[in-house]
C-alpha cells in the first residue's frame, strides 16, 4: 500500500506552547488530506479535511484557530495545535486519499501529551 | 454517509477463520462498504472495500448480502498479529464529488486467542 508519514512520532510539551505535525504522503501526490484525533479507548474523530491550496473544512466543534491547517503542497500537510493545554493531549493520526488509486491512507500517528 | 452497527468484542482461536459482522441497514445504492483495521498504537490499515459483488484480496474477503444491508469480513486463518479493532464503514464513492471523508464508528476489538 501508499505510504504516509507523520513527524514527529511522540512530542511532549509545556502547556501554552504550539506544537506542529506533519503529514506526508510519500508516494502518491494527495490533493485531499484528514485530520482525526483519538482519546484512549476511543475511536478515530474526525477533526477537518485539507485540500491542498485552499482552506480546511472543519467539523462541527472543532475550532479552527486552535488548530490550524496549511495543505501548501500536494504531498504535504500540517496541523499546529496553538496554545496546547493538557485536554489537547491525544493521539493524531493524518490520512491521505490517492486520487489515482482511489483509496485512502493512514500515518503512523503522533503522540501528543500536554504537560 | 449511512451508519454502521458492529458487535463491540469478538474471539478467534488462533488458525481458524474470523467472521466479523457489520449491519448497514441504511446504506445508498451509490455508498462503498469499506473495512479499516488499527492495531494498538498505531493508524488504520486499509483491509478491503465493495460495492455489491463479494471481494477477496491477499488479506481478507468481504461478503455483503444481495440486499446491502450487511456484510461480513472474512479473515480465513487469523493469526495473533490479526489482533486488532475492526472499523466497518460506509462511505460514498469519491469520483462523485464528495470529500470523501471516512467517519469511524466504535468497530469491533478482535482478539485472536492461541
Known amino acids: 500500500g501508499a505510504v504516509v508519514s507523520q513527524h514527529p512520532s511522540r512530542v511532549i510539551c509545556k502547556s501554552g506552547t504550539s506544537v506542529k505535525i506533519e503529514c506526508r504522503s510519500l508516494d502518491f501526490q494527495a490533493t485531499t488530506m484528514f485530520w482525526y484525533r483519538q482519546f484512549p479507548k476511543q475511536s478515530l474523530m474526525l477533526m477537518a479535511t485539507s485540500n491542498e491550496g485552499s482552506k480546511a473544512t472543519y467539523e462541527q466543534g472543532v475550532e479552527k484557530d486552535k488548530f490550524l491547517i496549511n495543505h501548501a503542497s500536494l504531498t504535504l500537510s500540517t496541523l499546529t495545535v496553538t496554545s496546547a493545554h493538557p485536554e489537547d493531549s491525544s493521539f493524531y493520526i493524518c490520512s491521505a486519499r490517492d486520487l489515482e488509486r482511489n483509496e485512502q491512507f493512514f500515518g503512523p500517528g503522533t503522540r501528543l501529551t500536554v504537560l | 454517509d449511512a451508519k454502521t452497527t458492529q458487535p463491540p468484542s469478538m474471539d478467534c482461536a488462533e488458525g481458524r477463520a474470523a467472521n466479523l459482522p457489520c449491519n448497514h441497514s441504511?446504506?445508498?445504492?451509490?455508498?462503498?462498504v469499506y473495512w479499516y483495521r488499527q492495531i494498538h498504537s498505531q493508524g488504520p490499515q486499509y483491509i478491503i472495500h465493495g460495492l455489491k459483488n463479494n471481494e477477496t484480496n491477499e488479506m481478507a474477503s468481504l461478503i455483503i448480502t444481495e440486499d446491502r444491508k450487511s456484510s461480513t469480513l472474512i479473515l480465513p486463518h487469523a493469526t495473533l498479529r490479526d489482533t486488532a479493532v475492526y472499523y466497518c464503514?460506509?462511505?460514498?464513492?469519491?469520483?462523485?464529488?464528495?470529500?470523501?471523508?471516512?467517519?469511524f464508528g466504535q468497530g469491533t476489538t478482535l482478539q485472536v486467542k492461541p
Open positions: 464503514i460506509v462511505r460514498v464513492a469519491v469520483i462523485l464529488g464528495n470529500t470523501g471523508k471516512l467517519i
Open positions: 441504511t446504506i445508498s445504492g451509490n455508498e462503498y
